[in-house]
């Protein structure tokens, strides 16, 4: 692709873990499938992407004009990575020419001498702080509102976010672009002989119950596993929840002890990308009560596999399902557990719900957000 304008876009990518474990999630997965298809569109300008050491530059599959620099240090760890953002950033934009900095996660360099760009998922950390560290916490908040004050445009995820961030943080509509998330091509419905297969190698039945996120607050668990505990004795299906330990999660944990469900409630730890749509495939409905999502990448993925999803009415979440996924309170406990009883005695409604569920997973489009994303960088380095 030719492009009419030249610029050397410099991309803040440390948040790209290759690591089995929740740092693969979430922004992880953002950032790799930006990359990717950014890729896809513009083999012409130049484009250099700082990582963290030890990420696999190969395995990213970049054309010759993205440069990938691992740092020496392990940047992935915050501690690390704020210093790395605000006083070594500024250096290495200069050293390296950049012409447009992209801070993939709320953050730009106080000293950046190029115009910045930045994308804040979600303003969890102001609307959400309990749920946080403090340190985390007190940079995060501060990161957001100084890139909402100084950035030359700001992207997010979902319609929902940008609302909240101009109503919370007083940015002018314009200066939002809206960049959805997507499902990659490997999510799609697997055959029911792989399915077998995968239910036989993992020791699964064949049917439960299945929740995919990081192990955090804000991902309302505690409520989900009080809901099940109302129908597990009368249905035998299991509740499977997979995901690694992200930060205040012991309280999950102890809950689950607590309610003594034995084997019908199952902690299976992170699952790798390479299975997660076999997961999501061979689960009999996929339940997901965020209280609070930038995004909501799990239900999405879920449908494009072809399993029913029950979805919190909260944040982001109803215009990521539409009217493909069953909508409950994530605070009321006894819809929960209606909609999941509902799910799993009705056949006729889980094959309607699978067929929206595809509908509505091909909405959206990671080359899409990669169009989007290029054209705002193009504007930007035009100025």
């Given at each position: 692709?030719?492009?009419?304008?030249?610029?050397?876009?410099?991309?803040?990518?440390?948040?790209?873990?290759h690591?089995?474990?929740?740092?693969r999630?979430?922004?992880s997965?953002?950032?790799e499938?930006?990359?990717e298809?950014?890729?896809?569109?513009?083999t012409?300008n130049?484009?250099?992407?700082?990582?963290?050491?030890?990420?696999?530059?190969?395995?990213?599959g970049?054309?010759?004009?993205?440069?990938?620099?691992?740092?020496?240090?392990?940047t992935?760890?915050?501690?690390?990575?704020?210093?790395?953002?605000?006083l070594?950033a500024?250096?290495?934009?200069?050293r390296?020419?950049?012409?447009l900095?992209?801070g993939v996660?709320?953050?730009?360099?106080?000293?950046?001498?190029?115009?910045?760009?930045?994308?804040?998922h979600?303003?969890?950390?102001?609307?959400?702080?309990?749920?946080f560290?403090?340190?985390?916490?007190?940079?995060?908040?501060?990161?957001?509102?100084?890139?909402?004050?100084?950035?030359?445009q700001?992207f997010?995820?979902?319609?929902?976010?940008?609302?909240?961030?101009?109503?919370h943080?007083?940015?002018?509509?314009?200066?939002?672009?809206?960049?959805?998330d997507?499902?990659?091509?490997?999510?799609?419905?697997a055959?029911?002989?792989?399915?077998?297969?995968?239910r036989?190698?993992?020791?699964?039945p064949?049917?439960y119950?299945?929740?995919?996120?990081?192990l955090?607050?804000?991902?309302?668990?505690p409520?989900?596993?009080?809901a099940?505990?109302?129908?597990?004795?009368?249905?035998?299906?299991?509740?499977l929840?997979?995901?690694g330990?992200g930060?205040?999660?012991e309280?999950?944990?102890?809950?689950?002890?607590?309610l003594?469900l034995?084997?019908?409630?199952?902690?299976?730890g992170?699952?790798p990308?390479?299975e997660?749509?076999?997961?999501?495939?061979?689960?009999?409905?996929f339940?997901?009560?965020?209280?609070y999502e930038?995004?909501?990448?799990?239900?999405?993925?879920?449908?494009?596999?072809?399993?029913?999803?029950?979805?919190?009415?909260a944040?982001?979440?109803?215009?990521?399902?539409g009217?493909?996924a069953l909508?409950?309170?994530?605070?009321?406990v006894?819809?929960?557990?209606?909609?999941?009883?509902r799910?799993?005695?009705?056949?006729?409604?889980?094959?309607?719900m699978?067929?929206?569920?595809?509908?509505?997973a091909?909405?959206?489009?990671w080359?899409?957000?990669?169009?989007r994303?290029?054209?705002?960088?193009?504007?930007v380095?035009?100025?």
């Amino acid at each position: 692709m030719n492009t009419a304008h030249r610029m050397h876009v410099a991309v803040n990518a440390h948040l790209l873990a290759h690591t089995n474990n929740f740092r693969r999630a979430g922004v992880s997965h953002y950032i790799e499938a930006l990359l990717e298809h950014l890729g896809h569109i513009d083999t012409v300008n130049p484009y250099t992407i700082y990582t963290t050491r030890g990420v696999d530059a190969t395995a990213l599959g970049l054309p010759a004009n993205f440069r990938v620099r691992p740092s020496r240090f392990d940047t992935i760890n915050p501690r690390v990575r704020i210093p790395w953002e605000q006083l070594l950033a500024p250096i290495l934009l200069a050293r390296d020419h950049a012409t447009l900095y992209h801070g993939v996660l709320n953050v730009m360099p106080v000293l950046a001498t190029v115009p910045s760009v930045v994308t804040i998922h979600d303003i969890s950390p102001i609307l959400f702080p309990q749920t946080f560290r403090r340190i985390n916490r007190m940079y995060t908040k501060w990161a957001i509102r100084r890139s909402a004050k100084h950035a030359a445009q700001l992207f997010t995820v979902s319609e929902h976010a940008k609302k909240e961030i101009v109503e919370h943080l007083g940015v002018a509509p314009e200066r939002v672009t809206v960049t959805y998330d997507a499902c990659d091509a490997r999510f799609v419905p697997a055959s029911a002989a792989e399915l077998a297969a995968f239910r036989q190698r993992n020791g699964l039945p064949e049917r439960y119950l299945f929740y995919l996120g990081t192990l955090e607050p804000r991902k309302n668990i505690p409520r989900l596993i009080d809901a099940y505990a109302q129908i597990a004795k009368e249905t035998g299906v299991p509740l499977l929840i997979g995901g690694g330990k992200g930060w205040l999660y012991e309280p999950i944990l102890a809950q689950a002890e607590r309610l003594q469900l034995g084997d019908q409630l199952r902690f299976v730890g992170y699952v790798p990308q390479d299975e997660q749509h076999l997961w999501y495939g061979a689960a009999t409905a996929f339940v997901f009560p965020s209280l609070y999502e930038g995004f909501g990448m799990p239900p999405l993925e879920a449908m494009a596999c072809g399993t029913p999803v029950i979805a919190s009415n909260a944040s982001c979440l109803p215009e990521i399902v539409g009217s493909a996924a069953l909508q409950v309170d994530p605070y009321d406990v006894d819809a929960l557990a209606d909609a999941m009883r509902r799910v799993l005695d009705d056949g006729e409604l889980r094959a309607q719900m699978r067929r929206d569920g595809l509908v509505q997973a091909a909405k959206f489009s990671w080359l899409e957000t990669a169009k989007r994303t290029h054209a705002v960088y193009q504007a930007v380095s035009r100025r």
